[in-house]
């Protein structure tokens, strides 16, 4: 049967098509609340060979002129096997189920396709954009010199971060590149060192500093560090606080670590990609505190503001600092123009409008709401944790301090180096099962499971049963694993 012909305008977003749009977009949110009626859990567990056959066979030079087989086709590629981060029983990695006002938003940010960067491409996005700036500052406790800008995530804001920081140093020392210095924990993210890589600085500039009992950075330690590196010669150019740590959620002395920073005339900067929801906290804002004394802070709103991927903040102190970024193109930002811009204070210059998510969500549901999903999830880390913790089968790795808990298999009897073989495993078997997600990392070198809880609508049974079927796999797996009795 031919396919019947396609005026070649007619895809274009246009008010000449409004209606096609309509029934397209119709088609599409059908089709989408279709799949998610029939799923059952997180994914189906499909291989990697599996999933890239199927795209690889496609002929993408041969349309197929008809929204309802595209979808279809799309089914078969993505959505049959994609991984639902809705499901309670997902509980993998940094990922969070999303609230619907920001979906809302989503269809405005892609139709209207406004770009952030300069006024005449935004209008009121550009001021849409800065209140959230200048809101989110005032949770910060930062002053009316604060200023900020939405980034892609928390990589990219802590790139720019350090950015600013180096060039900081530069000016003020005139030291050579070489000799700065980068300060971070042995748990914090390693977008602190590959933005020191990025920025030249080389992989010898990141000097990791030991973390106390409670995972935090060790204060103390800091403080040496910082002595030794300004005894040799070098410059400390800036210490990096974690507000959440990926694995245990740890959040450091912040006031402790700025005062350590001013002292030793170092940027500081917190990295509050996961804690940073803690500002929507009615009841935990408080182990937040010192965060006002930070020169800047990264916050993913797409972690534990539960706001669809791609939505950051860098957020700076004193907003002059932004300028070390700044570049004049007379086709765009013009030195006389009128209008306010935000490519002045980015490192991108075409940006969506991805505050508007947050802002519709805001306007929707409100911060305190969000705060209570923040506190949901992590009241249930430290229930499951308290749980797990009674179970012989079980070892937790430490106390929750947001919504991770890091744990393993490991009964009576199990030695480390059993235990350390059995995780990759269990972790394989349960995702192939499509039963459940989990992660594994690494602990004083030894490995271990994470449960990452971001749900605030997963309950402990649904976790618990996550956490039982992991015991059935390593039983079974420790079984086959075991070695052989020595004959006489």
């Not at 499901?87 to 770009?115: K, R």
């Not at 670590?257 to 935990?284: I, P, Q």
């Not at 930070?294 to 972690?303: E, G, M, Q, W």
């Not at 073989?421 to 349960?430: F, I």
């Amino acid at each position: 049967m031919a396919v019947p012909a396609v005026h070649p305008l007619s895809h274009v977003f246009h008010p000449q098509h409004v209606d096609a749009y309509a029934d397209t977009m119709r088609r599409g949110v059908d089709h989408l609340a279709a799949t998610m009626r029939t799923l059952t859990g997180p994914s189906t567990g499909t291989s990697p060979e599996h999933a890239a056959k199927a795209v690889a066979d496609v002929d993408l030079d041969r349309p197929l002129e008809d929204a309802d087989l595209a979808l279809a086709e799309m089914s078969r590629l993505y959505l049959d096997d994609a991984v639902w981060f809705h499901d309670p029983t997902y509980a993998a990695h940094l990922n969070c189920p999303v609230v619907i006002p920001a979906l809302l938003a989503e269809v405005f940010v892609s139709a209207v396709n406004s770009s952030l960067d300069t006024f005449d491409q935004s209008v009121g996005g550009t001021f849409v954009e800065r209140h959230l700036v200048d809101w989110t500052n005032g949770r910060i406790g930062f002053a009316p010199q604060a200023d900020g800008i939405f980034t892609s995530g928390g990589s990219q804001s802590n790139l720019q971060a350090l950015l600013l920081a180096r060039d900081r140093a530069l000016a003020a020392t005139g030291a050579e590149p070489r000799r700065l210095r980068v300060f971070a924990s042995v748990d914090g993210h390693f977008s602190v060192q590959k933005a020191a890589r990025i920025l030249g600085l080389g992989d010898d500039a990141v000097v990791t500093v030991p973390v106390d009992g409670e995972r935090r950075m060790d204060v103390g330690a800091l403080g040496k560090a910082l002595a030794d590196a300004t005894s040799a010669g070098l410059v400390p150019m800036a210490v990096v606080a974690t507000a959440g740590t990926t694995d245990f959620g740890a959040i450091d002395p912040l006031r402790t670590v700025a005062a350590l920073s001013e002292l030793y005339g170092a940027w500081c900067h917190v990295d509050a990609a996961y804690g940073g929801g803690l500002l929507a906290s009615t009841t935990r804002r408080h182990l937040l505190d010192g965060i006002d004394q930070a020169d800047s802070v990264t916050v993913d709103f797409h972690k534990t503001w539960f706001q669809p991927v791609s939505s950051s903040a860098l957020l700076v102190r004193d907003g002059a600092h932004l300028g070390h970024v700044t570049w004049h193109a007379d086709y765009l930002n013009p030195k006389d123009a009128e209008h306010p811009n935000q490519v002045d204070k980015s490192l991108q210059t075409t940006r969506r409008f991805d505050a508007l998510k947050l802002w519709l969500t805001l306007r929707v549901m409100g911060p305190d709401r969000i705060g209570e999903y923040v506190d949901t999830v992590i009241d249930l880390a430290r229930e499951v944790a308290v749980r797990l913790d009674a179970d012989p089968a079980l070892e937790v790795a430490a106390t929750p301090q947001l919504s991770t808990v890091v744990f393993r298999y490991r009964p009576e009897g199990l030695s480390e180096d059993r235990a350390d073989l059995l995780v990759p495993r269990v972790r394989t078997a349960l995702y192939e099962s499509g039963a459940a997600m989990i992660a594994a990392t690494k602990v004083s070198g030894r490995a271990w499971l994470k449960l990452t809880l971001l749900n605030p609508m997963a309950t402990p049974e649904d976790v618990l049963g996550i956490c039982a079927r992991i015991v059935s796999l390593g039983d079974e797996l420790a079984r086959e694993q075991a070695p052989a009795p020595v004959v006489a």
